[in-house]
């Protein structure tokens, strides 16, 4: 099968219908910390770990199941995702102990990690041709943040009249509903002979020898901490933080009345807002060097969160934030996906870039868990947030020596 000269194609439609299922589900655990901690009396780690660990076996499970996709297929893939996913949320919902929660939690990240990124952007990065690459790549990115802008409000409204634990009843069969489309998604092999003629160990040597995969490593680890934090943390902790919601101002007026339903909105905000980013972002990897284009990005998310910190919280600088950070937030994702394609090509890129994106996870897992520790310790988070800005910083510096010419990142093998 031919790649598709048509930006827009069943497979990368089909792709972006997974990728909001999996992420609006994935992106609205923050909204549960607050209703699951009260209703067993969880200190915030209990939590907050279940959380991290589904992270961290997000970013294990994602070369493995790039691995089993490029072996079996990736459908067969994605089936299995989903069916470990859905197990993942079934089981957690009937858990009563943080053991259970964080046992299950496993399964959960297995799951996302077969129905998430590393699967779904290498099959449609086969699907593409190279001038559609970059923003094929960013348009599946951004349905990931489509995904975050209904998954975090949906909880919070299921919420309003249904117990937690059948909110995760109702997201586990939105996931199995998954495997109905995935007849329409029909990629095709890889392309370029040299590829074919290349095992999966010497591709994979080639870039772990290669000092600028071990950069871009590095520099998603960054992105792991900021985003996971957020995610798990910031509904909370606009709940706790945040100056109360006016009454007949204009948040008030627009059905936002407390600090907790401002949480959950903020969530959907930093999504709306990132669909735009991500756009541009594959758009700008099309004409400018990528590695300069991640550490802009890394920039402006450090300089975002520690001016949030740094001013006092209310509820226009959450919305302020939200929508700053939002245009940052997954933005790297169709750069670092697209630049580990350009330099490594298309056969095995759903294993090298779910290896790199274990860093991404490692980091996620850091700042989730530092997150509930901190508060458990000092009752808020304000050294995880500078935590997260000194390694944004770091993240902005490391991919400055990353070599982008393909060529040379081969020659180095």
Same mark, same amino acid.
């Given at each position: 099968?031919?790649?598709?000269?048509?930006?827009?194609?069943?497979?990368?439609?089909?792709?972006?219908?997974?990728?909001?299922?999996?992420?609006?589900?994935?992106?609205?655990?923050?909204?549960?910390?607050?209703?699951?901690?009260?209703?067993?009396?969880?200190?915030?780690?209990?939590?907050?770990?279940?959380?991290?660990?589904?992270?961290?076996?997000?970013?294990?499970?994602?070369?493995?199941?790039?691995?089993?996709?490029?072996?079996?297929?990736?459908?067969?893939?994605?089936?299995?995702?989903?069916?470990?996913?859905?197990?993942?949320?079934?089981?957690?919902?009937?858990?009563?102990?943080?053991?259970?929660?964080?046992?299950?939690?496993?399964?959960?990240?297995?799951?996302?990690?077969?129905?998430?990124?590393?699967?779904?952007?290498?099959?449609?990065?086969?699907?593409?041709?190279?001038?559609?690459?970059?923003?094929?790549?960013?348009?599946?990115?951004?349905?990931?943040?489509?995904?975050?802008?209904?998954?975090?409000?949906?909880?919070?409204?299921?919420?309003?009249?249904?117990?937690?634990?059948?909110?995760?009843?109702?997201?586990?069969?939105?996931?199995?509903?998954?495997?109905?489309?995935?007849?329409?998604?029909?990629?095709?092999?890889?392309?370029?002979?040299?590829?074919?003629?290349?095992?999966?160990?010497?591709?994979?040597?080639?870039?772990?020898?290669?000092?600028?995969?071990?950069?871009?490593?590095?520099?998603?680890?960054?992105?792991?901490?900021?985003?996971?934090?957020?995610?798990?943390?910031?509904?909370?902790?606009?709940?706790?933080?945040?100056?109360?919601?006016?009454?007949? /101002?204009? @948040?008030?007026?627009?059905? $936002?009345?407390? *600090? &907790?339903? !401002?949480? %959950?909105?903020?969530?959907? +905000?930093?999504?709306?807002?990132?669909?735009?980013?991500?756009?541009?972002?594959?758009?700008?990897?099309?004409?400018?060097?990528?590695?300069?284009?991640?550490?802009?990005?890394?920039?402006?998310?450090?300089?975002?969160?520690?001016?949030?910190?740094?001013?006092?919280?209310?509820?226009?600088?959450?919305?302020?934030?939200?929508?700053?950070? /939002?245009? @940052?937030?997954?933005?790297? $994702?169709?750069? *670092? &996906?697209? !630049?580990? %394609?350009?330099?490594?090509? +298309?056969?095995?890129?759903?294993?090298?870039?779910?290896?790199?994106?274990?860093?991404?996870?490692?980091?996620?897992?850091?700042?989730?868990?530092?997150?509930?520790?901190?508060?458990?310790?000092?009752?808020?988070?304000?050294?995880?947030?500078?935590?997260?800005?000194?390694?944004?910083?770091?993240?902005?510096?490391?991919?400055?020596?990353?070599?982008?010419?393909?060529?040379?990142?081969?020659?180095?093998?």
């Amino acid at each position: 099968m031919p790649q598709s000269a048509r930006l827009l194609n069943p497979i990368l439609i089909v792709g972006c219908i997974i990728i909001t299922v999996s992420f609006a589900v994935r992106a609205s655990f923050g909204v549960f910390q607050i209703p699951i901690a009260d209703e067993f009396g969880w200190l915030r780690t209990d939590f907050s770990m279940a959380i991290a660990i589904q992270n961290l076996a997000w970013g294990i499970g994602q070369p493995i199941f790039g691995a089993i996709a490029e072996r079996i297929g990736d459908r067969k893939a994605i089936i299995f995702g989903a069916l470990t996913y859905a197990a993942g949320m079934v089981l957690s919902a009937w858990s009563v102990t943080p053991f259970g929660h964080q046992a299950y939690a496993w399964l959960v990240g297995f799951g996302i990690a077969g129905t998430g990124f590393g699967v779904v952007l290498a099959v449609v990065g086969r699907a593409s041709t190279d001038k559609n690459r970059s923003m094929s790549l960013a348009i599946v990115t951004a349905a990931g943040s489509f995904g975050q802008v209904i998954g975090a409000p949906a909880a919070e409204w299921l919420l309003t009249f249904l117990p937690w634990q059948q909110v995760f009843l109702v997201f586990a069969a939105a996931i199995l509903a998954l495997v109905l489309i995935l007849p329409f998604m029909r990629a095709p092999k890889p392309v370029a002979r040299s590829e074919l003629e290349e095992s999966m160990g010497q591709i994979l040597g080639k870039a772990l020898r290669d000092p600028s995969y071990a950069l871009i490593a590095l520099g998603f680890f960054s992105c792991g901490y900021q985003l996971g934090f957020i995610t798990a943390h910031f509904p909370a902790f606009v709940t706790e933080m945040c100056g109360p919601i006016q009454p007949g /101002g204009v @948040l008030h007026s627009i059905g $936002i009345t407390t *600090t &907790s339903a !401002l949480g %959950a909105i903020a969530i959907s +905000l930093i999504g709306l807002a990132n669909i735009g980013g991500t756009l541009l972002a594959g758009w700008a990897g099309n004409h400018f060097p990528k590695k300069y284009l991640l550490a802009t990005v890394y920039t402006g998310r450090t300089i975002a969160a520690a001016a949030f910190i740094l001013f006092p919280i209310t509820p226009l600088t959450v919305i302020v934030f939200s929508l700053v950070m /939002g245009s @940052l937030w997954l933005a790297t $994702i169709p750069l *670092t &996906s697209g !630049l580990v %394609a350009h330099l490594f090509g +298309l056969r095995y890129m759903g294993t090298l870039y779910g290896i790199v994106f274990l860093s991404h996870q490692i980091g996620s897992f850091l700042g989730i868990w530092l997150g509930g520790r901190m508060y458990d310790q000092y009752g808020d988070y304000t050294l995880v947030w500078w935590i997260g800005v000194g390694i944004g910083a770091f993240s902005a510096i490391v991919h400055l020596p990353i070599r982008e010419n393909r060529s040379e990142a081969f020659a180095v093998a």
